[in-house]
């Protein structure tokens, strides 16, 4: 816990490189009711995706069973560890993005999500097309702005493809 609140993300993720289990506890964090500490072990958990591949797969099916009314959880806090994996290991994530997007309709997450969409359409936006009939299907000035600023990743990097490939 010290190095949680602490802030000390390198250790946390050194800890987490070496002991696993510690995952765990961080995930535990995430309901912390300072929100630095909830951060910081979002950020931490996030690097699961580099150190153990299969628990980043676990945290990730975790983050969408919390988003589920089944679970009995606030699943709004799960959601800043789906962007860190995301960004860190897409590949990972891609099989996650459309079910964590589907929760968009759910006024109570939308907004947290559509700040983690956009984290991962800036950083991989070769995975987001499963959440594109999602946002689409948003409708409200809220939401509109973000909307069209995750799109508008996806479309850049679409341009830059075609220029790389000469077309």
């Not at 010290?2 to 510690?22: F, I, N, Q, T, Y």
């Not at 699943?75 to 994996?85: L, Q």
Request: net charge negative; hydrophobic share 45%.
């Amino acid at each position: 816990m010290e190095l949680v609140r602490s802030g000390d993300e390198s250790g946390l993720e050194r800890l987490l490189a070496a002991e696993p289990r510690a995952a765990r506890f961080l995930m535990g964090r995430l309901w912390d009711p300072a929100p630095e500490v909830r951060a910081t072990a979002a950020r931490a958990l996030g690097s699961v995706a580099e150190s153990h591949p299969g628990l980043a797969v676990e945290v990730l099916r975790r983050v969408v069973w919390g988003l589920n009314d089944e679970s009995a959880t606030n699943g709004v806090y799960g959601i800043p560890v789906f962007a860190e994996i995301a960004c860190r290991a897409p590949e990972l994530a891609a099989p996650f993005v459309g079910p964590v997007a589907s929760y968009l309709s759910d006024a109570g997450l939308r907004s947290e999500l559509l700040v983690a969409l956009e984290q991962v359409a800036a950083r991989a936006p070769q995975i987001m097309g499963d959440a594109v009939g999602h946002m689409r299907d948003l409708t409200g000035p809220e939401s509109h702005d973000l909307v069209e600023r995750v799109l508008g990743h996806m479309h850049s990097s679409d341009r830059t493809k075609e220029v790389s490939n000469g077309t």
